[in-house]
């Protein structure tokens, strides 16, 4: 399943930088949605939701910029442009 594996390789970037600079939650991050992603902002929310479920991005604010542009050079990619963490004290 193509969301699945969206998902996981997100989840895995995501777990990273949380790590790398030992936060315990993420606040917010913003994904870039290309037009011929086969995914909707509104898919892609609701897949994020399931696959966040119990991480440290649960709850977390999701901005998505869905692209209308088939001929952009990342037109089938989903790609996360910024993430907000609140550190561990």
């Known amino acids: 399943m193509h969301e ?3 998902m996981a390789g997100l989840m895995r970037r ?3 930088a949380a790590k790398a600079e030992r936060a ?3 606040i917010s991050l913003s994904v870039w949605v290309g037009a011929l992603s086969h995914m909707s902002a509104e898919h892609f929310a609701e897949h994020f939701e399931r696959a966040a479920a ?3 991005a649960e709850g977390a604010r999701l901005i998505v910029t869905a692209s209308q542009d088939i001929y952009h050079v990342n037109a089938q990619d989903i790609l996360l442009e910024a ?3 609140e550190a561990d004290p």
Do not use: F, T, W, Y
């Open 24 to 26: 315990k939650k993420v």
């Open 4 to 6: 699945a594996s969206v």
């Open 14 to 16: 995501i777990d990273e």
């Open 54 to 56: 119990g991480s440290a």
């Open 83 to 85: 993430i907000e963490l």
